[in-house]
């Protein structure tokens, strides 16, 4: 793992999902990612964020478009608001000039 970026401590305590245990049992691909990352990691207790992290380096192509479709989604949202905010804002100057 070269070029990778690791995710500070203060960066998980601002996600504390990060730093929340895998366990396995839910499902095979759950069970095989768990297994995977610790046995590369040489660590018995594995992170959501050791599983990013190797997922970051072994599969990028998968990572890069979660993470582009997820930039997208909030984009969206985030212009969806303003455009609310830009409505409402229209709605309650007209209803006060009456």
């Known amino acids: 793992m070269s070029n990778e970026k690791v995710i ?4 998980m305590h601002e996600n504390p999902m990060l730093a929340m245990t895998a366990e396995k049992g839910d ?8 297994e995977f990352v610790g046995t590369k990691m040489d660590k018995e207790e594995v992170t959501v964020n050791m599983i990013a992290e190797v997922l970051a380096v072994e599969f990028p192509e998968f990572v890069f478009a979660f993470a582009e479709e997820n930039f997208l989604r909030g984009y969206q949202l985030g212009i969806d608001d303003a455009y609310r905010t830009i409505e409402r804002e229209t709605e309650q100057s007209t209803t006060t000039n009456e």
Do not use: N
């Open 27 to 34: 499902s095979e691909l759950k069970d095989y990612l768990v």
């Open 8 to 11: 500070s401590e203060t960066e």
